[in-house]
């Protein structure tokens, strides 16, 4: 199973992106989805997950409100589409998969891991 994380860039403070995540060579309805991400000089933190449905979600507090993530199970991708975004949301981003059924802020419940995409936030 591979993932493959897109959609980074650079954007303004108050600006919007759109990550996606496919997932390739597994059953991917079989995984909840989660992303995270690494500021520099910063440890990977949870940002967002949801279940294997797509009708349950959890977001980390700096970027509820703000964040929202989804997922095509007939595509074998999940998405994060941000909004509002601040120069703090400056990382490279992560999508994990977890074989389970609910989301999970768990780092470890997370099997399966992409190589990242950047997003950059000027001020």
């Known amino acids: 199973v591979q993932l493959q994380a897109s959609g980074g860039g650079l954007a303004q403070a108050g600006g919007s992106l759109t990550l996606s995540c496919v997932v390739s060579?597994?059953?991917?309805?079989?995984?909840?989805m989660g992303w995270y991400r690494q500021p520099p000089g910063r440890g990977r933190e949870f940002v967002a997950s949801?279940?294997?449905?797509?009708?349950?979600?959890w977001y980390s507090d700096s970027v509820k409100g703000r964040f929202t993530i989804s997922r095509d199970n007939a595509k074998n991708t999940v998405y994060l589409q941000m909004t509002n975004l601040k120069p703090d949301d400056t990382a490279r981003y992560y999508c994990?998969?977890?074989?389970?059924?609910?989301?999970?802020?768990?780092?470890?419940?997370?099997?399966?891991w992409g190589p990242g995409t950047l997003v950059t936030v000027s001020s």
């Open positions: 994990g998969a977890a074989p389970r059924t609910g989301y999970t802020n768990y780092e470890k419940h997370y099997k399966l």
């Open positions: 060579g597994g059953p991917f309805s079989n995984y909840a």
């Open positions: 949801i279940n294997k449905f797509g009708d349950s979600s």
